[in-house]
């Protein structure tokens, strides 16, 4: 009786125990499952974030036009037609520069005529993005249209040079052996810059410190120093930005004035529509 008793209270403790086990198991599982929604509801919100910022400038300049149909300057047809027209010279533009790199092309004898008029068609139904610019040059090689090498031209061509680290210390190079063919440095003093700036902390604090430490070495000397800084040193960005800006508000001047001579606005909502988006894209 009492061996049955020990047994019976031996099973109750095994019991309770994995009773404990799997309400500790599931407090785990739900503590895991926490932490998991939390995972991606922060990365949601992160991604939210992105989309809202890329949509930003759009809506900033939504708002602008908003505020003239609330202010009765022009309708809210006006607002969606004036849309439209700053959309397709944009378009255009891009177009008319694709045209231009495939005539190069075509100059080149890389491509024919009749290639490139088959590229502009293209282009023209392509997806928005690299991946369908990528997905037609690869239907136009399945197709024979264009040769692979023709392809490989053509991205070549039309692909934005990268802003990476080789182009970088390529154009370095290039202006240290400017600095060398005029007599300014020697090419060991080129060779011992190059080992130097490949060291150097990222930014301009770490470009300084290295020539410094080479004119205190007795490598290059102060006025070597400056030569070099001025050679190095990238062009002012307010010179592109303003490049960029002028671009940006003749397109933008050319659709209003498309929508003037069409008789979808006056010239008084004209001037109100630029002040309006050229004053808010200058600042």
């Known amino acids: 009786m009492k061996n049955k008793s020990i047994k019976n209270r031996l099973i109750a403790g095994l019991l309770a125990a994995g009773m404990a086990g799997a309400v500790l198991s599931n407090t785990t599982l739900v503590s895991a499952a926490e932490k998991v929604a939390s995972t991606v509801k922060s990365q949601t919100q992160t991604q939210s974030t992105t989309k809202s910022q890329k949509a930003s400038k759009s809506f900033d300049k939504n708002k602008k ?10 309708t809210s047809e006006q607002k969606t037609s004036i849309e439209e027209a700053i959309k397709n010279v944009f378009k255009k533009e891009r177009g008319n520069m694709m045209s231009d790199k495939l005539s190069a092309l075509v100059k080149a004898g890389t491509i024919s005529e009749a290639q490139k008029t088959a590229l ?22 399945s197709s024979g249209t264009i040769t692979s090498e023709q392809k490989s031209a053509i991205e070549k061509e039309l692909t934005p040079p990268a802003k990476g680290k080789k182009d970088h210390k390529n154009m370095m190079s290039d202006k240290l052996s400017a600095l060398v063919k005029a007599g300014t440095i020697s090419e060991a003093q080129k060779t011992a810059l190059e080992k130097a700036f490949s060291s150097a902390v990222k930014g301009k604090d770490g470009f300084k410190a290295q020539l410094e430490s080479l004119v205190s070495s007795g490598t290059i000397t102060s006025e070597q120093k400056s030569a ?48 309006a988006l050229l004053t808010s894209n200058s600042k």
């Not at 502009?120 to 392509?126: L, R």
């Not at 490049?243 to 933008?252: L, Q, S």
């Open 228 to 275: 070099i800084e001025k050679e190095l040193t990238p062009p002012a960005k307010e010179k592109r930005t303003d490049k960029k800006g002028e671009k940006h508000t003749e397109a933008i001047t050319k659709a209003l004035t498309e929508l003037v001579n069409s008789g979808t606005i006056n010239s008084t909502q004209k001037t109100a529509v630029e002040k």
């Open 120 to 141: 502009e068609k293209a282009f023209s139904s392509a997806k928005k993005g690299k991946d369908g610019f990528k997905t037609q040059l690869e239907s136009l090689v």
């Open 65 to 74: 036009l908003d505020s003239l149909v609330t202010s009765g300057t022009i």
